[in-house]
């Protein structure tokens, strides 16, 4: 019984944003276990937070992820820089893409010179606009990007990640 139990994969689910507190429970959770099924699903969050959970994920010696529902801004992080394997379930409904930005006041004056922070924000930008490409996705999307707006992909663009990324497999 108790090698039957150590063969057995842990099946966890993780449906939140991508935030220090829930991360960090993940992390905590999936590390007590050799052999993990992650069912992943977030509406975004923090990037600083995602590279993080990516990092982890990526020491882990036995990681499979299941995308699920959705997965939007920060989270889609996860399909060019986790390194094990990726199923896209049937359930998925969408990864949603878009610029990434900061929060700022508007009325405070927080002391920090705004100006170098949007250029270190234009920085960043310019690298996601080449990962989102290395992805799939066009130039006409990466215009919309640029524009403020969010991209949009469903089932049927799916099958863009799996002719660039062999780890990736659609189920």
């Known amino acids: 019984m108790n090698e039957e139990h150590n063969n057995l994969r842990h099946t966890h689910i993780f449906w939140d944003d991508i935030e220090i507190e829930p991360v960090q429970e993940l992390i905590n959770t999936i590390n007590q276990y050799d052999k993990v099924d992650l069912y992943f699903t977030s509406g975004g969050g923090t990037i600083f937070v995602m590279e993080a959970l ?3 994920l990526n020491k882990h010696p036995d990681l499979e ?6 997965v939007c801004s920060a989270a889609t992080y996860i399909l060019n820089r986790f390194k094990g394997k990726i199923f896209i ?3 998925l409904e969408f990864l949603m893409f878009h610029a990434i930005d900061r929060l ?4 405070r004056d927080e002391g920090y010179d705004r100006n170098i922070l949007n250029s270190i924000t234009d920085k960043m930008n310019k690298a996601y606009e080449k990962e989102f490409k290395s992805l799939g996705g066009t130039s006409k999307e990466v215009k919309i990007i640029r524009e403020g707006k969010n991209v949009f992909w ?3 663009d799916f099958k863009r990640l799996t002719k660039r990324f062999p780890n990736i497999t659609i189920i």
């Open 54 to 56: 990516i990092n982890s």
């Open 65 to 70: 992820i299941y995308l699920t529902y959705k």
């Open 154 to 156: 469903y089932p049927k």
């Open 89 to 91: 379930s049937k359930q």
């Open 104 to 107: 700022s006041y508007s009325k």
